[in-house]
Nanobody
Framework: QVQLLESGGGLVQAGTSLTLSCAASGRTFSDHAMGWFRQAPGKERSFVGTISGIGGTTFYGGSVKGRFTITRDNSMNRLYLQMDDLKPEDTAVYYC?????????????????WGRGTQVTVSS
């Protein structure tokens, strides 16, 4: 089992930056590829980005590519999502998720463990 807890959400203005954090516990963190997903009101959960177990490979969804950066600190069992140039359409609940394997994935069904989410609201 892997337990995940997101933090760092809040209300920010468009054009600013915010960093989300996800604390993991339960198993060897580097064994797991990690992902960030988000769900806006009235919409389905969507892919934000993913990072491999040792952090050497990342992949991002088209709407955030170039603005968001995923990193991880395996010594601290932490995953991060740096979000720059935020837009009102980035408003959503953001979830971190873990795979049982170390290779990246873009589909939510590939992730076995999920946090409860943290709200990000971007005002115009």
């Amino acid at each position: 089992q892997v337990q995940l807890l997101e933090s760092g959400g809040g209300l920010v203005q468009a054009g600013t930056s915010l960093t989300l954090s996800c604390a993991a516990s339960g198993r060897t963190f580097s064994d797991h590829a990690m992902g960030w997903f988000r769900q806006a009101p009235g919409k389905e959960r969507s892919f934000v980005g993913t990072i491999s177990g040792i952090g050497g490979t990342t992949f991002y969804g088209g709407s955030v590519k170039g603005r968001f950066t995923i990193t991880r600190d395996n010594s601290m069992n932490r995953l991060y999502l740096q979000m720059d140039d935020l837009k009102p359409e980035d408003t959503a609940v953001y979830y971190c998720a873990a795979r049982r394997v170390s290779t990246i994935g873009v589909r939510a069904e590939l992730y076995e463990y999920w946090g409860r989410g943290t709200q990000v609201t971007v005002s115009s």
